[in-house]
């Protein structure tokens, strides 16, 4: 069966090759794009669907985000509201919850963010580990992760849990905590941050990730300047994410290699802390994502358009780079070429909107857009 969606308003592809294409439509076969252009040279097809001169983009990308956790933080979002600077600390309450949870709380809560994400047009999402932070509790998390996404982490080094010193829990997190987790992940990920994990430990959790077969993702100068980007750069990682605080070196770094730097709004809003610089790593040629960072500390979001339209507005990132780094971007970040755009050959993950394009998604924030949903080529 094909399907021929037309009607369409303006069709933002994704592909640096054609990325608009006014009064276009889609063909989907077996799950796929079969074919993308101008309505008027669209072949036939066996049903078609008219979205009445709608906007159309790929699904979104979210490329951080951490959905395995049980209890609430909001005493802690009062606090900051109310001029206490983010820490990073409040992690270990959720540490504590979600040790104490049971696995089908956790796997319905992690089911229901992706559903909710799902709902708002993110298609593709990777989820972390990092709420366990013990071996079995780490590898009951990516258990769960691994029934909802292929794009999964292992955060393991997140931070030093309570009652162990650091060198010991490098140790465990890289010999037997790694060695049952990276069954269920693709990736590994260290919080490379004052207060976590500092440079020599990053580079001996991810080089133990990398020789058991994992790519490698960073958190990176989120709350001050540091090592991180860096070491995401030498290392070939996929992303470094948050950026927040950058020198002219760690920009350089990013721009001459193939590293993404992964953006998230969400967390400078819901901290208060300054938004990162993106305007600045556009201009020097890195390729930029956004995501949501959904967790319940720091960024309790699963909206990606909320994310763009933070990044329009505080980052100073045109409607047209913040549709193609929460699309393109967030798929380049999770090093995938069959999603996060709209070309013959990519998996039919699309969203139709409730607006002629994607500009009135940082035109109208905080406004529901999505008018319909498909996800390997079906209607949800």
């Given at each position: 069966m094909t399907t021929l969606i037309d009607?369409?308003?303006?069709?933002?592809t994704g592909d640096p090759e054609r990325e608009e294409i006014a009064d276009a439509a889609l063909v989907l076969e077996d799950g796929l794009i079969a074919w993308v252009g101008p309505a008027f040279e669209a072949p036939a097809a066996d049903?078609?669907?008219?979205?009445?001169?709608?906007?159309?983009?790929?699904?979104?990308?979210?490329?951080?985000?951490?959905l395995v956790f049980a209890g609430d933080r909001t005493a802690e979002f009062k606090a900051r509201m109310s001029g206490r600077p983010y820490t990073g600390g409040g992690?270990?309450?959720?540490?504590?919850a979600t040790r104490q949870a049971g696995y089908p709380e956790l796997a319905a809560r992690a089911r229901g963010l992706v559903n909710e994400m799902l709902a708002q047009g993110?298609?593709?999402?990777?989820?972390?580990?990092?709420?366990g932070l013990s071996v079995e509790d780490e590898r009951r998390s990516l258990e769960i992760a691994s029934g909802l996404t292929d794009e999964t982490t292992f955060l393991g080094a997140h931070v030093v849990p309570a009652g162990m010193d650091a060198d010991s829990y490098v140790r465990l997190v890289a010999g037997e905590m790694l060695d049952a987790c990276a069954p269920?992940?693709?990736w590994v990920d260290v919080f490379c941050e004052r207060g976590a994990f500092d440079g020599d430990q990053t580079r001996e959790i991810l080089a133990a990730g990398l020789k058991a077969g994992l790519g490698a993702r960073v958190h990176a100068n989120q709350l001050g300047e540091g090592p991180g980007v860096r070491i995401a750069c030498e290392l070939g990682a996929a992303s470094a994410d948050h950026c927040t605080h950058l020198t002219t070196a760690d920009v350089d770094a990013l721009a001459s290699s193939g590293t993404v730097a992964t953006l998230l709004p969400g967390a400078e809003f819901s901290t208060r802390s300054p938004y990162p610089d993106a305007r600045r790593l556009i201009d020097?040629?890195?390729?930029?994502?956004?995501?949501?960072?959904?967790?319940?500390g720091s960024s309790?979001?699963?909206?990606?358009?909320?994310c763009l339209a933070l990044a329009v507005r505080e980052m100073r990132m045109t409607p047209l780079?913040?549709?193609r780094a929460a699309t393109y971007g967030g798929a380049r970040a999770l090093r995938r070429t069959d999603v996060g755009w709209l070309r013959r050959g990519a998996r039919a993950d699309l969203v139709v909107l409730d607006a002629p394009s994607y500009v009135h998604l940082a035109y109208r924030p905080g406004v529901p857009l999505v008018h319909q949903v498909f996800h390997h080529g079906l209607l949800l």
């Amino acid at each position: 069966m094909t399907t021929l969606i037309d009607g369409i308003g303006l069709l933002y592809t994704g592909d640096p090759e054609r990325e608009e294409i006014a009064d276009a439509a889609l063909v989907l076969e077996d799950g796929l794009i079969a074919w993308v252009g101008p309505a008027f040279e669209a072949p036939a097809a066996d049903t078609r669907v008219d979205v009445a001169g709608r906007g159309v983009i790929p699904g979104y990308v979210d490329s951080h985000a951490h959905l395995v956790f049980a209890g609430d933080r909001t005493a802690e979002f009062k606090a900051r509201m109310s001029g206490r600077p983010y820490t990073g600390g409040g992690i270990r309450t959720t540490v504590a919850a979600t040790r104490q949870a049971g696995y089908p709380e956790l796997a319905a809560r992690a089911r229901g963010l992706v559903n909710e994400m799902l709902a708002q047009g993110t298609t593709t999402v990777e989820i972390k580990s990092g709420y366990g932070l013990s071996v079995e509790d780490e590898r009951r998390s990516l258990e769960i992760a691994s029934g909802l996404t292929d794009e999964t982490t292992f955060l393991g080094a997140h931070v030093v849990p309570a009652g162990m010193d650091a060198d010991s829990y490098v140790r465990l997190v890289a010999g037997e905590m790694l060695d049952a987790c990276a069954p269920y992940a693709k990736w590994v990920d260290v919080f490379c941050e004052r207060g976590a994990f500092d440079g020599d430990q990053t580079r001996e959790i991810l080089a133990a990730g990398l020789k058991a077969g994992l790519g490698a993702r960073v958190h990176a100068n989120q709350l001050g300047e540091g090592p991180g980007v860096r070491i995401a750069c030498e290392l070939g990682a996929a992303s470094a994410d948050h950026c927040t605080h950058l020198t002219t070196a760690d920009v350089d770094a990013l721009a001459s290699s193939g590293t993404v730097a992964t953006l998230l709004p969400g967390a400078e809003f819901s901290t208060r802390s300054p938004y990162p610089d993106a305007r600045r790593l556009i201009d020097a040629g890195v390729t930029v994502a956004l995501a949501t960072d959904c967790n319940p500390g720091s960024s309790f979001t699963s909206s990606m358009a909320f994310c763009l339209a933070l990044a329009v507005r505080e980052m100073r990132m045109t409607p047209l780079e913040a549709i193609r780094a929460a699309t393109y971007g967030g798929a380049r970040a999770l090093r995938r070429t069959d999603v996060g755009w709209l070309r013959r050959g990519a998996r039919a993950d699309l969203v139709v909107l409730d607006a002629p394009s994607y500009v009135h998604l940082a035109y109208r924030p905080g406004v529901p857009l999505v008018h319909q949903v498909f996800h390997h080529g079906l209607l949800l």
